[in-house]
């Protein structure tokens, strides 16, 4: 949901970024080692359509919040640290509301 959040308030802000972040992002995965090959994988198939695709991506908690940092560093990339710190904040407010959040809390990704 947090990725979600946060590509949706792009597209809807920032609409001429999102090529930015996507190119970006998929350079952060190319550059980090930390991740597992399938953890990998479902990143970059998230970013093959990433308003399409529910960015639900299998890891554990390490990996995820590997996958979080790299996404905020091309969301600082795309948007500029200020923008990008708004952007993310939302989402991880956003993505407190599910039912899920109670179990695992998004802050523990950043």
Request: proline share 5%; charged share 20%.
């Amino acid at each position: 949901e947090l990725l979600r959040s946060a590509l949706s308030e792009v597209q809807r802000f920032h609409g001429t970024a999102l090529n930015d972040l996507r190119s970006s992002a998929l350079e952060q995965l190319d550059q980090g080692r930390s991740l597992s090959q399938p953890v990998r994988k479902q990143v970059r198939d998230a970013w093959g359509h990433p308003m399409q695709f529910h960015w639900v991506i299998e890891g554990t908690p390490a990996e995820l919040s590997q996958v979080v940092h790299q996404f905020y560093v091309a969301l600082c990339e795309a948007l500029g640290p200020v923008d990008a710190d708004q952007v993310l904040t939302r989402s991880v407010r956003a993505a407190e509301q599910i039912p899920q959040a109670r179990q695992f809390s998004p802050r523990k990704l950043i």
